[in-house]
């Protein structure tokens, strides 16, 4: 019963695939015909026939012709093509004439005939070999919805193996069912429902362009296929200013993390924090014009050469400063707060003099070029190396401190410098670590921010307020709220921003700040007791 | 506030009642309860950490307790819906355990700062200092054996100045109620001596609540003790009964 | 002690006023009655620089309230300087453009002026808004950082918050102050020409005659028994308020008292720069402004005005010449300088001084002794 059945049902798809066949095969032949008239007006019925029939050969037809490499032959009646080699080719089979006929004349076109080739040839891509022609042809299709098209399309259907293109193809002429009048109301409500499958922007335009005359159960799938497209368009958009604002708050974490060590640690603010964030930018690009000067085959390389030497010159800047200036103003903040500004000024001063007040070139590794998509989310590659990165920095950095000594001393320190002391900590050497460490974070937030932002002696004045904001927000001598700091300003920023604009935006933000901060004068995450008020 | 009069919790001058604190998990204060009455002198003592300066710290205002009432002069205030300046206003003074003086200020002018006056802007702005101000400033210097010292900076003053310093600030406050934590605390016996004098007098019109850790002292107070450990009240009495209290023994001198 | 007397109250203060006062008259006459080809001349240019410098040094007075008296360190106080200079500069730009909406908006398409802007075609309202603006901000934000106890690097840190936001904003086109380019091309102020050598030489004296004044009022407030408080509250927080004092009411009051005086300092410096714009609004202006007080000395009036002028004279002669390129090397440097060294600045230093020392056979004038008596020691 079973193999009667899968008989019949054989029987019948070849019939029907034959009868397909048949039609195709007339087109085609009457096309190849009409070449050999050698008129203008039968040419243009021959590309249109040819083209329509979807035959196997049509797209190599049309290309030679394109390219004055088709021939025909009157006496004959045979069409060939050219090879780049120089052989002739039978058009109708496809097999390499031997012998080719002598009255070979080319088959010529005019401009308004070149067009039509390539028009056609569009439609025909859909069958060509290279799986990647096929799908910029469907995603061509997609987007000109020529109804023209419709019979290539479904020729192409019918063969496709390949389930993406396949599933292009369907949207594709879904996309032309939905914008051409005429089609069953049942047709129509499938291609509706095929495009809300695949529920972009562009869909929800070829949704709602259903023309007013169509009928009610066909309006009311595109509604429901609107209503439905635009809740999924909406959580992808969410999804994505979520990878915005993380990744701004990856950002934001590189460039505030060291300063939550020094400010946790030492109760130091230190204002020229932005600019070890700047030599560590200036670094990746001493590196790279060294690579690029005398190896350039390292190129690749750069980043990961710049990171560790980032954090060792910032690191050491960091300790110098901490060495030559601040432990002489211990227990008073608001004068370490200035002294630091002034050494902004002049380390800001000095990178100018040496490297020139314009923005420097720093250039990106291949790995970190470009980007991918994932549905309708688009992430480049070097916000989400700089992603990888931040979450790598924090986790070594909550482990260091966690599990080796010096991070043992750190917290000692942080939570009672003095009886730190008088438990035989040097504190001084932990400040001067301290301090060198947290530079030396900042060296390595400039690695990743010489990706994404100008290397230019501004550029840590133009992190410093937000590293600000970051650290008192997240609360001090809490790496867990630097954190969370971080990320939610990132991602606040970034939802606020298509609301109220990017300037605007981050004013509303500055001004949030300041009200949190009379609700928690501490921040988010602030330690408590007896120690820490006194 | 507005009970009525036969109605009320306590008719102390300050009343503790089950009051409880934590920071981050650790119990410094733990269900304590303590009454003070009017005009009582009382020295709390308890080993480190049995919550003595959190208790002033609840009193004043600085630390809010999680549970319990904190209420003052016949238990019509609430001292915990109270900060720091209110409470002060209301009569209450505090001596802090490390002497904090104003030491940029000259000795004079602490006391001038610490004298019973309108403490708004405006009158400060327009003052005018009056002769009975001048003599009542004389008069503490006097009783505090600063007059020598009043126009030096108070910085400049050694420790056991700076602690006369504090108490003469206290009765420049002319609060009903002192709070002294360790007031003898790096002084010479001759000084203690003469700080447990000068308590005993200012109790005559004041009440005071001394912590001290100097048992000699405690002793020449000759008052009313309470014994904290462990944020909690462990014993009360003289201090020849709280002394030969086993447990009192027990968490003095361990096990 | 005595030296500080003289150098902080009464002979310091005194020199500073006579300078003052000198500097109100002879400027003008100098610069007006006296030939151009003179060597007594004042030209234009240094009547507008020391214009200018006049209007920092009460700046830097109103942040040395603050600061040095009250130990608040705002790193927003350029923005009560700017909403000063911008209430001026709205009245100067109505007086160009006759009452009607002055050029930028005209650019912006906007057919009336916005309601903000109404009444700045009158001096006196102008005048009024340029103590009350930055005034009620001040009182506003200080009376919530202040009760919320905002201390420390935190409340610089929310000043500086506070100024960025302000600084952001002032930039957008639609906020209605002329954008990027601010304030400028102004014409007249109360019918003078702004251009005009008489009215620069008047312009020059009343903002001297304007730092006299905010210098008596600061050594009022700072001598009065608030004043006490006020050093009370920068050296022990705490310890004021358990001796009752409501430390907040204080500080909000001499932040308000400080913003105006920096409003009418931005005032009185934009009709003579002749331009207001964002920038003002900078953190690092604000800053910059801090050491202006700690170089010339936190806590003595007569130091933060010397500051002031010191370091912007300092500033005029870099950034003018062949040394331009090293200003910020000099402006970093006096930053180091001053926290690690110089502490107490220059007045503050010189009046701690044991000038006795040096001149041992002078004593000390009788009146000054009884002012402060001398130590027991």
Aim: net charge neutral; glycine share 10%.
């Amino acid at each position: 019963m079973r193999e009667t059945f899968f008989f019949l049902l054989m029987l019948c798809l070849s019939l029907a695939a034959g009868h397909a066949l048949a039609q195709e095969a007339d087109s085609f032949e009457t096309g190849l015909q009409r070449l050999s008239a050698n008129s203008f007006s039968e040419t243009e019925r021959a590309i249109e026939e040819i083209a329509a029939s979807g035959h196997p050969q049509a797209y190599k037809i049309l290309d030679a012709a394109s390219s004055r490499r088709l021939f025909y032959s009157k006496l004959q009646n045979v069409v060939a093509w050219k090879k780049d080699s120089g052989a002739y080719v039978d058009a109708r089979t496809g097999d390499a004439t031997t012998s080719p006929p002598d009255d070979l004349k080319a088959v010529r076109l005019n401009n308004k005939l070149r067009g039509l080739v390539d028009a056609a040839m569009g439609g025909l891509s859909l069958l060509a070999d290279d799986p990647g022609k096929r799908r910029d042809a469907a995603a061509s299709v997609f987007k000109t919805r020529d109804v023209k098209n419709l019979q290539s399309v479904n020729a192409a259907l019918a063969k496709e193996k390949n389930a993406e293109i396949a599933k292009m193809l369907t949207e594709a002429k879904a996309a032309i069912i939905v914008t051409t009048t005429g089609y069953p109301d049942a047709e129509v409500i499938d291609a509706i429902k095929s495009l809300e499958a695949r529920g972009d922007q562009e869909t929800l335009g070829l949704i709602r362009a259903v023309p007013d005359t169509a009928s009610e159960a066909v309006k009311k799938a595109a509604a429901s296929a609107e209503a439905s497209v635009e809740t999924k368009l909406a959580l992808w958009e969410t999804a994505q200013n979520l990878w915005y604002g993380l990744s701004l708050g990856s950002v934001l974490l590189l460039a505030a993390i060291g300063l939550a060590i020094t400010f946790g640690v030492m109760g130091v603010i230190n204002m020229a924090h932005g600019e070890m964030v700047m030599i560590g930018a200036y670094t990746t690009f001493v590196v790279q014009e060294f690579i690029r000067s005398s190896a350039p085959e390292l190129f690749n390389y750069s980043l990961a050469i710049a990171v560790p030497l980032a954090f060792v010159v910032a690191g050491v800047v960091g300790v110098a400063i901490e060495r030559g200036v601040i432990r002489f103003l211990y227990g008073r903040p608001l004068d370490t707060l200035l002294a630091t500004w002034g050494i902004s000024l002049i380390l800001q001063q000095t990178v100018r003099t040496i490297f020139g007040p314009t923005n420097r070139e720093v250039g990106a590794p291949d790995f970190m070029s470009g980007a991918f998509e994932i549905g309708q989310l688009s992430i480049t590659w070097n916000r989400l190396w700089i992603f990888i990165f931040a979450a790598l920095i924090f986790t070594g950095l909550l482990l260091a401190l966690r599990y080796t000594s010096m991070g043992l001393q750190m917290r000692a320190v942080t939570q009672n410098r003095r009886m730190a002391g008088s438990m035989g900590i040097r504190t001084g050497r932990v400040d001067a670590l301290t301090f060198g460490l947290g530079s030396g974070i900042a060296g390595l937030a400039g690695v990743a921010l010489s990706q994404i932002d100008n290397v230019s002696p501004n550029l840590g004045q133009s992190y410093i307020i937000d590293s600000f904001l970051v650290v008192i927000f997240g609360g001090v001598g809490n790496l867990w709220g630097t954190l969370i700091g971080a990320m939610s300003l990132g991602i606040a920023n970034k939802f606020l921003e298509p609301f109220a604009g990017a300037v605007l935006g981050k004013i509303l933000l500055l001004v949030l700040i300041i009200l949190f901060i009379q609700k928690r004068p501490r921040g988010l995450f602030a330690l408590k007791g007896r120690a820490i008020e006194q | 506030m507005d009970q009525v009069s036969g109605n009320k919790i306590t008719r102390a001058l300050l009343y503790l009642s089950g009051v409880s604190v934590s920071f981050e998990g650790f119990r410094a204060i733990n269900n304590l309860s303590l009454t003070i009455d009017h005009g009582e002198m009382r020295a709390i003592i308890g080993p480190n950490g049995a919550g003595k300066t959190t208790m002033m710290d609840i009193i004043t205002g600085k630390t809010r307790p999680d549970e319990g009432d904190v209420l003052y002069n016949d238990g019509n205030v609430d001292l915990t819906q109270l900060d720091e300046t209110s409470i002060a206003n209301l009569g209450i003074g505090r001596k802090f355990q490390k002497p904090t003086v104003f030491e940029q200020h000259t000795v004079e002018d602490n006391l001038l700062l610490s004298l019973k006056a309108d403490r708004g802007v405006w009158p400060n702005l327009f003052w005018r200092t009056t002769e009975a101000h001048r003599e009542r400033i004389d008069e503490i210097l006097e009783i505090t054996k600063l007059t020598a010292h009043r126009s030096r900076m108070a910085g400049a003053l050694s420790h056991g100045q700076k602690q006369w310093l504090e108490i003469g600030m206290l009765l420049g406050q002319d609060p009903k109620l002192l709070l002294v934590d360790e007031p003898v605390a790096g002084m010479t016996d001759a000084e203690t001596a003469q700080t447990a004098d000068l308590l005993r007098d200012i109790a005559k019109d004041h009440s005071v609540v001394v912590v001290e850790h100097d048992m000699d002292f405690v002793r020449a107070l000759d008052v009313k003790v309470t014994v904290l450990h462990e944020g909690s009240v462990l014993a009360e009495g003289r201090l020849d009964q709280v002394t030969s209290d086993e447990r009192v023994i027990e968490v003095y001198l361990g096990r | 002690m005595i030296s500080r007397a003289i150098f902080e109250n009464n002979v310091g203060g005194t020199i500073f006023l006579g300078i003052l006062a000198i500097l109100a008259v002879m400027v003008p006459v100098l610069h007006l009655a006296v030939p151009e080809d003179s060597f007594f001349h004042v030209s234009t240019s240094t009547v507008v620089v020391f214009g200018k410098y006049l209007s920092f040094a009460l700046l830097a007075l109103s942040l040395d309230l603050i600061w040095g008296y009250c130990g608040i360190l705002s790193l927003g106080h350029g923005a009560f300087f700017a909403l000063g200079g911008y209430a001026m500069g709205m009245y100067l730009k109505l007086q160009t453009s006759g009452g009607a909406p002055p050029d930028f908006m005209v650019f912006l398409n906007w057919k009336d002026l916005p309601w903000y802007w109404w009444g700045f075609d009158h001096l006196s309202f102008a005048l009024l808004m340029v103590l009350f603006i930055p005034g009620i901000l001040a009182f506003v934000f200080g009376y919530f950082a202040f009760r919320s106890r905002v201390t420390g690097v935190y409340l610089s840190i929310i000043t500086q918050l506070l100024t960025y936001a302000l600084w952001l904003s002032f930039f957008r086109n639609d906020m209605g102050f002329g954008g990027n380019n601010g304030l400028t091309d102004f014409s007249t102020i109360a019918g003078y020409s702004v251009q005009a050598p008489e009215t620069r030489a008047a312009l020059f004296s009343t903002t001297a005659i304007a730092l006299m004044a905010g210098y008596l009022i600061a050594k009022a407030v700072v001598e009065s028994k608030l004043g006490k408080v006020l050093v009370a509250i920068r050296d022990a927080e705490s310890r004021t308020r358990f001796i009752g004092y409501r430390v907040e009411a204080y500080k909000t009051f001499v932040f308000t008292l400080a913003a105006m005086m920096a409003g009418v300092a931005g005032a009185l410096y934009v009709p003579q720069v002749g331009i207001i714009n964002p920038g003002e609004f900078h953190p690092a202006n604000s800053i910059e402004m801090v050491i202006w007080v700690g170089a010339g000395g936190r806590g003595t009036l007569t130091g933060a005005a010397l500051g002031a002028v010191l370091i912007n004279y300092f500033k005029t002669i870099f950034t003018t010449g062949f040394l331009a390129p090293y200003w910020l090397f000099a402006l970093g440097g006096i930053f180091i300088l001053v926290t690690v060294f110089l502490p107490k600045g220059i007045v503050g230093t010189l009046a701690s001084v044991d000038w006795r020392r040096w001149i041992p056979a002078k004593r000390a004038p009788a009146d000054e002794a009884q002012l402060k008596p001398e130590p027991a020691e």
